[in-house]
T-cell receptor, first 111, second 114 residues
Framework: DVKVTQSSRYLVKRTGEKVFLECVQD?????MFWYRQDPGLGLRLIYF???????EKGDIPEGYSVSREKKERFSLILESASTNQTSMYLC??????????FGDGTRLSIL | AQKITQTQPGMFVQEKEAVTLDCTYD???????LFWYKQPSSGEMIFLIY??????QNATEGRYSLNFQKARKSANLVISASQLGDSAMYFC???????????FGSGTQLTVLP
């Protein structure tokens, strides 16, 4: 079974802080994704990566950046956290035509 | 741009009955795939079922089936013999052609009543 692990289930940070969300997958998948989930809006794609050091913007990249230095790890960075970035963040990995496999999510609160 | 619409924010169903969750999509592409995911209150997203645009048969996976009507651009999820454990948020999603990313609908919260 594919295992996608997000470093924290719950995280509380303050406005202006630099925040790192980490995601690790154990199946050597090429593609990795970061989404945020808000009530009534479903999941919206922030960034995705199709190889080490390769990334593409999703639908809502503003205020975020990503890093993929190793194939198994994909990090989401909030450069200067703001209260409107309080949300549920979901990481996923995927290979070929297979479905995306998701982590358990990180509930991030920015105070 | 592609779009997924789920018009039912919440649904209730009696245990052991069948329920249909609606999903319509909008794309001009001929090649695409449709996915359904389940998200229990614990938060993880669980893949349920997939339908390709060129698949002639409706997809089935155990108690889940996908009612695919291409001309109407609908891909409704049917859950037969509902169980209490089916209570969750359900998301419909679409992937175009060889693209990697998914576009999600806003979700339907299903509650199964004992």
């Amino acid at each position: 079974d594919v295992k996608v692990t997000q470093s924290s289930r719950y995280l509380v940070k303050r406005t202006g802080e630099k925040v790192f969300l980490e995601c690790v997958q154990d199946m050597d998948h090429e593609n990795m994704f970061w989404y945020r989930q808000d009530p009534g809006l479903g999941l919206r794609l922030i960034y995705f990566s199709y190889d080490v050091k390769m990334k593409e913007k999703g639908d809502i990249p503003e205020g975020y950046s990503v890093s993929r230095e190793k194939k198994e790890r994909f990090s989401l960075i909030l450069e200067s956290a703001s209260t409107n970035q309080t949300s549920m963040y979901l990481c996923a990995s995927q290979q070929g035509n297979q479905p995306q496999h998701f982590g358990d999510g990180t509930r991030l609160s920015i105070l | 741009a592609q779009k997924i619409t789920q018009t039912q924010p919440g649904m209730f169903v009696q245990e052991k009955e069948a329920v249909t969750l609606d999903c319509t999509y909008d794309t001009s592409d001929q090649s695409y795939g449709l996915f359904w995911y389940k998200q229990p209150s614990s938060g993880e997203m669980i893949f349920l079922i997939y339908q390709g645009s060129y698949d002639e048969q409706n997809a089935t996976e155990g108690r889940y089936s996908l009612n695919f009507q291409k001309a109407r651009k609908s891909a409704n999820l049917v859950i037969s013999a509902s169980q209490l454990g089916d209570s969750a948020m359900y998301f419909c999603a679409m992937r175009l052609g060889s693209a990697r990313q998914l576009t999600f609908g806003s979700g339907t919260q299903l509650t199964v009543l004992p």
